[in-house]
């Protein structure tokens, strides 16, 4: 059973770092293709970040370029989401998903996904 497991959500000020991690079990890490989502209250679920196999093609939603970091860790079977310069419009329960196969657009959907977390919430708020 495929199971994706994130961790590191809370609550901060504006201006603030975190870094979201999800854990990667029962399907082979290294098959796997990672975004990162993201689902503010009373909107559509919207893709932060993707990031091929081998790590080296990393796509960002426009609004978090520069400040958010996608990166993956073979060793520990493992996505994180570095999150620099956090502003109250990144408040949202934030998800990670897998699928086995590229996806097949720029900007990913979440139907494209297969595997997905339960979220973890990231607050910021003065």
């Known amino acids: 059973q495929v199971q994706l497991v994130e961790s590191g959500g809370g609550l901060l000020q504006p201006g603030a770092s975190l870094r979201l991690s999800c854990v990667v079990s029962g399907f082979p890490f290294d098959s796997l293709y990672i975004g990162w989502f993201r689902q503010a209250p009373g909107k559509e679920r919207e893709a932060v970040s993707y990031?091929?196999?081998?790590?080296?093609?990393?796509h960002y939603k426009r609004a978090v370029r520069g400040r958010f970091t996608q990166s993956r860790d073979h060793a520990k079977n493992s996505v994180h989401l570095q999150m620099n310069n956090l502003k109250p419009e990144d408040t949202a329960v934030y998800f990670c998903?897998?699928?086995?196969?590229?996806?097949?657009?720029?900007?990913?959907?979440?139907?494209?996904?297969?595997?997905w977390g339960v979220g973890t919430q990231v607050t910021v708020s003065s």
């Open positions: 990031m091929n196999i081998g790590g080296d093609i990393t």
């Open positions: 998903a897998g699928v086995d196969r590229p996806v097949p657009r720029a900007i990913p959907l979440p139907s494209d996904f297969d595997y």
